[in-house]
């Protein structure tokens, strides 16, 4: 015999597609013939770009460039320079099914690059990173909120979950044309640049979400060849995007996550400017959950008073968002030149750097690392190069224990600032934006549907009206009610217990 359950839709996130991918990058790399001879290679550099993602079907197709930049200082003039080539890449994946609304989210991590000089002129490149794929899409769990029958004893627990209204995705290109003002001179030619993309604020509305952002831009560059001189300039580029969102409305709680799928800058010359003006194209993706604090019953044990059942489980997890993350985190650290004293430095940055969540003895922390690098002048009035891996660590106040702890996290350099403590030590001062999302994840084991054998019927080992059941401490009031055929409601009533739990060694009266 089979019981008649009543279950409860639930929509969460799964992650349907797992993958990574080690991509190599082997390349003899000569220089293009308007670049100078490279006397001193400064920073050699590889960063891997996403120019699209896609799901065809149960297809994934990515495809990407490794853009390899060589920083050097020239063998004529002494000065900075910069080449860089491309490298394409593509990944591809099947999926079980063709999903309807999954987004794809992707990490990249470099492993690892090898620059060695053939000539003046060519370079060895050998290098690799990873790619981490995952596809999200949009599963509904079912779970039984209540069996039918009045001889089955159900155990049941009201669980506090985050219902997923919606999940999006949408890429979208900026173009923007870089203009200098009075206090900057023209660029000639750009040697590296920064740019990254924050999320400013957000407004769900019905089936969309108002969406503004800012593009940090900081360029590197010379403004007169002949001279080497190098400037910096920094750009903040406003823009706003609607995103389409099925499911969303206006109390929806929304996560936002932006990633710079890559970026480009090119000196284009315009009617009525003597200089070329840098044009910036860039390719933002905004991925977008909703979501709905609610709650379910599950049933995590049953039995019948009747007859021996066999019950069917499973397990599953229902996220709880707990808490949102948005730390500015600002860190000083020190950066030794021992072996020259600086007279001035051109530029200091910091790369894209690496964020974990967790609990140390009670606390939830930040755990990171980042990257400076700072470009000087010695008191020779040579140019050098140097770079440092910094730690840090932050307490994150108001966030209380979770043992089923998944955390979200990213960080992105808002901005790098210095000063000098001495001829041989800078101080550089970093600030970075950490956001994302603390989950309770707790696993769920609950009862999904139930078999009864109705020729095995229950039976007591004795025949009296009434039991006298001496009980220790500790025992649990539920297994008792079920070696005995009767309910837990009926044991508490006849006994005046309020606890599941036994908090002392008693005497309890069994009827039947």
């Known amino acids: 015999m089979e019981y008649s359950v009543k279950t409860d839709g639930i929509h969460v996130s799964k992650v349907i597609f797992e993958e990574s991918s080690e991509q190599t990058v082997d390349a003899d790399f000569g220089l293009p013939d308007y670049c ?16 699209s993602k896609n799901i065809v079907g149960d297809r994934i197709e990515i495809e990407g460039i490794s853009v390899v930049r060589i920083i ?14 491309n490298y394409p890449f593509s990944i591809t994946g099947n999926l079980k099914y063709p999903p309807q609304n999954a987004v794809i989210r992707t990490d990249i991590k470099v492993n690892y690059l090898n620059c060695r000089a053939l000539s003046p002129r060519r370079l060895n490149i050998h290098g690799a990173f990873n790619v981490t794929v995952k596809v999200i899409d949009k599963a509904e769990v079912r779970t039984c909120t209540h069996i039918k029958g009045d001889d089955i004893q159900q155990k049941k627990k009201t669980v506090d979950y985050s219902y997923l209204e919606g999940i999006s995705q949408q890429q979208f290109s900026i173009t923007e044309t870089l203009e200098t003002d009075q206090n900057h001179p023209a660029i000639q030619s750009v040697i590296r640049s920064d740019v990254r993309a924050v999320c400013s604020e957000f407004k769900p509305i019905a089936n969309k979400i108002m969406y503004k952002g800012d593009l940090l831009v900081k360029l590197m560059y010379l403004s007169d060849i002949d001279s080497g001189k190098v400037e910096t300039m920094e750009y903040t580029i406003p823009f706003s995007q609607v995103i389409d969102a ?9 996560r936002i996550h932006t990633d710079m799928m890559n970026h480009n800058i090119a000196l284009r010359s315009e ?21 709905e604090k609610r709650d379910t019953v599950v049933i995590t044990d049953c039995y019948s008073t009747k007859y021996f059942v066999e019950p069917e489980f499973s397990s599953y997890t229902l996220p709880l968002l707990k808490n949102e993350i948005s730390e500015n985190i600002i860190e000083k650290s020190m950066v030794d030149f021992n072996e020259n004293s ?13 964020v974990m969540c967790g609990m140390t003895d ?7 690392k ?8 010695d008191s020779s009035d040579n140019i050098i190069y140097t770079e440092r891996t910094m730690d840090y660590s932050k307490p994150l106040s108001g966030i209380s224990e979770i043992s089923s702890m998944k955390c979200v996290v990213s960080s992105e350099c808002l901005s790098v600032g210095f000063r000098f403590c001495s001829e041989k030590r800078i101080e550089v001062r970093t600030e970075m934006l950490v956001s994302g ?6 696993g769920i084991n609950a009862v999904s549907g139930l078999k009864a054998d109705e020729e095995k019927k229950r039976s007591r080992s004795d025949s009296a009206a009434l039991v006298l059941y001496f009980a220790d401490e500790g025992e649990n009031i539920w297994n008792i009610a079920r070696n005995y055929c009767t309910s837990v409601e009926r044991l508490s009533s006849e006994n005046d217990l309020t606890e599941e739990i036994l908090t002392s060694s008693r005497m309890l009266m069994i009827s039947v």
């Open 36 to 51: 100078p001879d490279i006397q001193k290679i400064l920073k050699c550099q590889i960063e891997p770009q996403i120019e």
């Open 72 to 85: 050097y200082i020239d063998a004529i003039k002494t000065s900075v320079r910069c080449t860089e080539q």
């Open 246 to 254: 099925m499911g969303v409305n206006e109390n929806s709680s929304c």
């Open 271 to 291: 009617i009525g400017f003597d200089d070329p003006l840098p044009v910036l194209s860039a390719k933002i993706c905004v991925t977008a959950y909703a979501f």
């Open 342 to 354: 600086v007279s001035r430095v051109i530029d200091v940055w910091c790369e894209k750097g690496s």
């Open 362 to 368: 009670g606390k939830c922390m930040l755990n990171g």
């Open 370 to 377: 980042y990257n400076v690098c700072i470009l000087a002048v």
């Open 437 to 442: 999302e603390i989950f309770d994840a707790a």
